[in-house]
Structures are given as C-alpha cells and as structure tokens.
C-alpha cells in the first residue's frame, strides 16, 4: 500500500519561504495534517496559495493560530516559552518569542478562499486585504485538515491473494505484517495537475527550508535514516493541541529538515517507509484447530491400534 502525496506551496511576493508539514498518522482512525507556512516577507506578499493533493471543504479547514494562546501548546511546537497578543486585531496576532516579534495570520473566511481543480483543492489566503494589519514582515501561517490520502491507505485491506497461497502464510507465521509506503513531494511538476503547472510564479518560489514531522504510534515502525530528531510526544503539551481522537500517549514523533542556501526553486521529495507487525488471529484459530484435530485423531488411532492388538491376543 502506497500514498504519493504531491503538494504545490506558492506565495506571491515573498521568495525564501520555510515549509511546514505536521502529520498525524493515526492508522486506526483519521489522520489530519497541519501545515505551516514561515514568511519572510509578510508586508509584501499578496498571497498565499497551497494546492492539497485531495478534496478538501472550508468547513473542514482550522486555523491554529488561535490555539497559540495556550502557553503549553506554544512551548511544544517553538520549543520555547513565548508571548501572544490575541487582541491585536481580527486578521492578525502577535507572537513574542526569543526577543523577536512575529505576526499570525488568523485563515479568516475573509481573507480565505477554497476551489476545487481537476485533481484535488487550492486554498488560498489573499493578504491583500490585511495588509495594513500586518505589525511584522515575519508571519505565520498554520491550519490543519484531514488527510484523505492517508486514511485510504490505512483503510485499505491486505491483498489476500488465492486461498493457498494465504492458508501457506497462515500456516508459516503466526505474525501477520502491513507494510506502507509514503511519499511527500513539494512543488515537483510531475504529481501536479496541469492547471496548476501552468501558473509561472509557482516555478519561481524560492524556498529555503522543508520540516516534516511524523507523530504515529510506537506500534508502527518507521524507517529513521536521515531523522533530524526523534522523541516521545509531549503528552502533557500535546493533549488540547492533538486532533481529535488522536491518542497522545503512545505516540513516537519523528523530524526530517532540509534546508538550502542555493537552488532553492527545487522541489523537496520525502520518503517514508512504515511497519506494523501483529499477531494473527487467523494464525492462531488455525493453530488451535489443527492442535484439536490432531488430539482427537490421535486418540482413534490410539484406540484402533488397542483393538487391534486385543484381537490377536
């Protein structure tokens, strides 16, 4: 099972952008991803514009930037203790941390705007009219949505092939294993529909920094080469920030970066590989069964070879 994820990531007026993707990958449930976009030229950009590689509706966009106010939830995701003004304005917020002062975008209706293309959605944010709000030529953006992609994967069942191929396997290993595969690719032209291919300033972005971080539970194995960081999730920080449903206390979380100083219009390509090994319950009914089926037959065995031997004494 595979899931090749193609996203587009433009902003129009701001050339050295840093990338966010935040994955949930809850392989029993729904998985959501949060992206965050850093801008280095707030005061001047006119838009952004992310291209979902899935149907998506408003209704099933939230912005997080309001959820900053929670100083734990703050100090998970900066790793550091900061400040937010909520009561700034209605577009915008600030946030004060390691003696810096950035802006958050608040993905109001007003500035935000959802269309539906060929092959999956482009949200974008017009910053147009907010520009006047804008205090900082640093901003943040952050929302989450659900990730279909994923949940199809998960959703789909193993392959069970013919019958004997599957009682072989059945018979050989009690452990059953669900392999996945994942891929992320960021503004790479040959996953993106031509609609949106065709947009030039797309082409040009410049971005110097790529994160993506992986929180999935310590049940699944995911391959870690090239992890920039691997840690337990922070539960207590975590536990009014995760989505819902999302179980904090089992999960691993895992972070790959890359960052450029040159070539920055490249396209950034991630790849995961992950596991899940189980006991299987069919294995063991099977184990039962033959246990079962071997007493019993050799207990008539038994009891024919005693009447056999009380004949011809």
């Known amino acids: 099972m595979f899931a090749d994820d193609g996203w587009a990531i433009w902003i129009d007026g701001d050339d050295r952008s840093t990338i ?10 729904k998985s ?7 801008i280095y030229g707030a005061k001047s950009a006119n838009e952004i514009n992310i291209y979902v590689p899935f149907r998506i509706k408003e ?24 400040i937010v003004d909520a009561e700034k304005n209605e577009y915008t917020s600030e946030l004060r941390y390691d003696g810096r002062t950035v802006s958050l975008i608040n993905l109001s209706k007003e500035i935000m705007e959802i269309k539906q293309v060929s092959v999956g959605t482009m949200v974008t944010a017009s910053f147009r009219k907010i520009q006047e709000y804008i205090t900082s030529n640093e901003a943040y953006v952050i929302f989450r949505i659900p990730h279909k992609t994923l949940d199809k994967i998960f959703s789909t069942q193993i392959d ?25 690719r960021i503004n790479e032209a040959r996953l993106l529909p031509p609609e949106i291919n065709k947009i030039e300033v ?3 972005q410049r971005i110097r920094k790529s994160l993506v971080t ?23 920080l975590y536990k009014n920030y995760a989505p819902p449903g999302y179980n904090c206390s089992d999960a691993i979380t895992y972070q790959w970066v890359e960052e450029r100083d040159v070539n920055m219009k490249a396209h950034y390509n991630f790849y995961f590989e992950i596991a899940h090994s189980k006991i299987s319950q069919n294995s063991v009914a099977l184990y039962l069964m033959i246990v079962l089926i071997t007493a019993v037959a050799g207990c008539a065995v038994y009891d024919i070879i005693i009447y056999l031997i009380s004949l011809f004494m």
């Open 32 to 38: 959501w991803v949060d992206i965050g976009l850093r």
């Open 202 to 204: 797309l082409h040009q």
């Open 214 to 236: 992986i929180s999935i539970s310590d049940e699944y194995e995911l391959n870690d080469s090239n992890c920039y960081r691997i840690r337990r999730l922070e539960e207590d």
């Open 59 to 82: 209704s099933e966009v939230s912005d997080l930037s309001v959820e900053l106010e929670n100083n734990d939830i703050l100090r998970g995701l900066f790793n550091t203790n900061g």
């Open 20 to 29: 966010y993707l935040n994955e949930w990958l809850n392989p029993e449930g």
């Open 160 to 184: 069970v092939g013919d019958s004997i191929s599957r009682l072989k396997e059945i018979i050989s290993s009690p452990m059953l294993t669900q392999k996945y595969g994942y891929s992320i």
